[in-house]
């Protein structure tokens, strides 16, 4: 399985504080890759160097054999990697409909000049923008809900909401940061099969999430952070074993 994405030796700093020393990890295309660890371990801030939301302070990010650029959310989503995130960010005031149609706005071809003018080939490509939204509004299994507000979802759709407006964006590489918090366990088993089919259908996936057994019945292969540091990295069968591991994160009661 090739490499889609190279890590190496990433370090960040927020004053003294060391947040992430030398974490290098690669994942590889058409993977399910879980990134798991203690409160404070580092986890969304390796999520917010790769996105471009965080400057890192070392290392390089190769990713489909580019470097990357990480000082723009806008150019990483352009490249290639779309996330969610663990405190939901949907447009609260806009429909479930606008939001993915304005995730799908970054890959429109006419520029704003046209857009403003409406020339005809500006309308054809909105209404393209608009059936693309419609799709995967059903594909995560909630256009039903296209023309509500996104602040009236439920908390659950309102999750899968934030999924498919990353999905409108093309992504390589979708991560997403604790996916699975607060749902129930029918919705995280309903979610488990969302993200086995969005691999299904060629996407790879970085999934940070604390519930453990979601991560190891459905990830690939598996690192764990602690104080910024990787500690392990495997398949979940050898991680979920891994002493350093258990004493870290799991807990000797851990099976």
Do not use: W
Not at 3 to 19: E, H, M, W
Not at 35 to 57: C, E, H, M, S
Not at 66 to 93: C, D, M, Y
Not at 149 to 177: H, M, S
Request: glycine residues 10%; proline residues 3%; contains cysteine.
């Amino acid at each position: 399985m090739n490499s889609l994405l190279d890590a190496r030796g990433i370090g960040k700093r927020f004053g003294g504080v060391q947040a992430l020393k030398d974490v290098s990890l690669t994942i590889r295309a058409g993977e399910i890759y879980g990134l798991i660890g203690p409160n404070g371990a580092g986890k969304t801030t390796f999520f917010n160097v790769l996105t471009g939301l965080y400057a890192k302070d070392e290392g390089e990010v190769v990713f489909a054999g580019v470097p990357l650029k990480l000082g723009s959310p806008h150019e990483v989503a352009r490249a290639g990697i779309a996330r969610t995130f663990q405190n939901i960010r949907l447009f609260a005031n806009m429909t479930a409909l606008e939001n993915v149609m304005v995730g799908r706005h970054l890959r429109t071809k006419v520029g704003v000049g046209g857009a403003v003018m409406r020339f005809s080939k500006a309308r054809e490509e909105e209404a393209a923008i608009r059936r693309r939204a419609h799709e995967l509004l059903r594909y995560v299994g909630v256009e039903h809900h296209a023309q509500k507000l996104a602040k009236n979802l439920a908390y659950g759709d309102q999750r899968r909401l934030e999924i498919a407006r990353a999905l409108a964006t093309e992504p390589k590489l979708l991560a997403l940061d604790e996916p699975a918090a607060g749902m129930n366990a029918t919705e995280t088993a309903e979610l488990r099969t969302l993200i086995e089919g969005i691999r299904a259908d060629g996407v790879t996936v970085l999934l940070i999430e604390h519930d453990v057994k979601l991560v190891m019945g459905l990830c690939d292969r598996v690192a764990v952070l602690d104080y910024g540091i990787k500690i392990a990295e495997d398949v979940p069968d050898v991680v979920k074993r891994d002493p350093q591991v258990v004493d870290a994160y799991l807990g000797a009661g851990h099976g």
